[in-house]
């Protein structure tokens, strides 16, 4: 009689690793109570900006704030992911890449949009950087700067302004934060999130008259 076909297991290829970090859950705040992940190897996706679900299979502005394992700079890969295929924390590892198996991702789905992480779940509440990261937020809501660059792309002069106004604004916070409370510039991309013009690339067609495509001088 033949043997019973095994089931499908993970074959620890790198495969999911390569294609990005974990965004993090409730279950992992041991990990970051323990030191395992730091703020530096974090990164946030805000509410309104473009993001790639795998799970669902869309791209699009993110209906929530989400924190994920940052990739590696200039690429999509895990900040944790190491070649040969192996992760930085395997023993401790996220709830996603626990719960992934790329065969048979029924068990990620599950449990993917569940109990996410945001700043607020992480930043003392009521401290100085918690007020700062809120005033940063507040000023340059994504949904509400992805209208003016509409307008501004479309050659509203008004909205063109305070688009600048606000990447000036964002600038100067990611200045202010390092230089006020002592922090490291890498933790930069969770507490503010990426630099507006990465967070909403319409941005830079919206300061720039002429758009993405106008020729340097
Ligand atoms: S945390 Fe580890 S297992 Fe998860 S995506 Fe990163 S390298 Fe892979």
Redesign the pocket.
Same mark, same amino acid.
């Given at each position: 009689m033949p043997s019973p076909t095994p089931a499908p297991t993970c074959r620890r290829c790198g495969r $999911? $690793?390569r294609l990005g /970090? !974990?965004a993090l859950h409730a279950a992992d705040l041991p990990l970051i109570h323990q030191g395992r992940l730091t703020p530096a190897q974090l990164v946030t996706l805000r509410r309104g900006e473009g993001v790639t679900d795998n799970v669902a299979g869309t791209v699009g502005p993110s209906p929530a704030e989400l924190v994920k394992?940052r990739p590696v700079a200039g690429g999509r890969a $895990?900040l944790?992911?190491r070649d040969p295929p192996a $992760?930085?924390?395997?023993d401790a /590892? !996220?709830l996603e890449?626990r719960a992934l198996f790329c065969d048979d991702p029924a068990a990620l789905a599950a449990l993917y949009a569940a109990d996410r992480l945001t700043r607020a779940d992480l930043i003392e509440p009521g401290s100085a950087l918690a007020e700062l990261c809120a005033h940063h937020e507040a000023e340059t809501d994504l949904a509400r700067l992805a209208g003016l660059c509409r307008l501004a792309a479309a050659g509203d002069q008004a909205a063109r302004e305070q688009v600048a106004a606000l990447a000036r604004f964002d600038a100067a916070m990611r200045e202010l934060l390092p230089a006020r409370l002592g922090l490291d510039p890498d933790t930069l991309p969770f507490y503010l999130g990426r630099p507006l013009a990465e967070a909403l690339p319409a941005l830079r067609a919206a300061v720039i008259p002429g758009g993405l495509y106008k020729r340097r001088p």
């Open positions: $999911c $690793c /970090g !974990p394992v $895990c944790l992911y $992760c930085a924390i395997h /590892g !996220p890449c």
